[in-house]
């Protein structure tokens, strides 16, 4: 049988008689060969840390903190209605205040997510019901902001669009955001299992706000309630969108704003964790906390800056 060579562009012989076992690299070779391992070391150094080197534990959540991230909004809501029926409307506006708050940031976002590791069934139920209460369309949140996941920076991103707006903008995005949303899901889904579903969610809100505009002949407490949500709903583009992304960023890193200091976390609640959030969207939100602790180092390395402001 004829003696295979070695390839010429890859090796170098002092002989053509040398055995191809034996074959010495040629210069060009060796700088190949340097170059891959310093690429692939800078890579090992700089990719971004599994969940699993992060730890497993900020997957699950303690059943106190399941259970309160469950009730809280839906106790928001009947605390509304006492402090409203008793004339005390200085706290029954502040219930409003924190149901908008700990729904559409917080439970609701777990719920988009399926976080929290229940049922999908019921995972599903609770996301329409709490969403619905709001005067908002659960399911139409969910597929507009996992596609926010998916496309972010690009044009198309629906949910992300307030972030290339003017201040100005972005307020008149959100007296329209939540039928914006709607409109584009049943557009996009008109085709896919989730269609009926957010009918029913759009039907059931109609239906809700003729039951606010009847109850007006006995009480106005649905009435203001609906008000006081439908008009708190008109900030989320502002908070979600314009106030925490960077679209322009050079990379995923630079898209999206870091936040510390204990201003933000007082002032946030624990929930300015933009950044973690799209690097780990499996996280719930009661862990965010502890994620960005975690990820302190990485973003150190990485030269990612903080927008910082502490007291």
Not at 105 to 128: M, P
Not at 149 to 175: C, N, Q, W
């Amino acid at each position: 049988m004829p003696e295979r060579r070695a390839s010429s562009k890859l090796f170098y012989s002092s002989s053509k008689h040398t055995s191809p076992a034996f074959a010495i690299p040629g210069p060009s070779t060796i700088a190949y060969l340097v170059f891959l391992f310093c690429r692939f070391e800078t890579d090992m150094l700089n990719r971004k840390p599994s969940i699993k080197e992060l730890g497993i534990d900020l997957l699950t959540l303690t059943g106190f903190q399941l259970v309160s991230t469950l009730l809280i909004p839906f106790a928001f809501c009947t605390f509304y209605f006492v402090f409203a029926f008793n004339n005390n409307w200085f706290f029954a506006v502040l219930c409003t205040v924190g149901l908008s708050f700990t729904s559409y940031g917080s439970t609701s976002h777990d719920l988009v997510h399926e976080n929290l590791r229940i049922n999908k069934k019921l995972n599903s139920f609770l996301l329409f019901f709490l969403e619905l209460i709001c005067f908002r369309s659960g399911h139409a949140y969910r597929l507009s902001h996992l596609y926010h996941h998916k496309r972010y920076p690009h044009e198309d991103d629906v949910e992300g669009a307030a972030s290339r707006m003017t201040f100005l903008r972005t307020l008149l995005e959100g007296v329209i955001f939540q039928l914006k949303i709607y409109i584009w899901a049943l557009g996009r889904y008109k085709r896919s299992r989730h269609f009926r579903l957010i009918l029913l969610e759009g039907i059931a809100i109609l239906f809700l706000v003729l039951c606010c505009f009847i109850g007006l002949a006995y009480t106005p407490v649905l009435f203001v309630y609906m008000i006081l949500m439908i008009v708190g709903s008109w900030i989320i583009p502002l908070i979600t969108s314009y106030a925490v992304h960077t679209p322009d960023g050079s990379n995923e890193l630079q898209q999206t704003r870091l936040f510390r200091g204990k201003f933000f976390s007082i002032f946030a609640f624990n929930h300015l964790y933009h950044l973690e959030h799209h690097l780990y969207p499996m996280v719930p939100h009661k862990n965010w906390p502890k994620l960005a602790r975690r990820l302190d180092n990485y973003f150190r390395s990485e030269n990612v800056r903080a927008v910082e402001i502490n007291l």
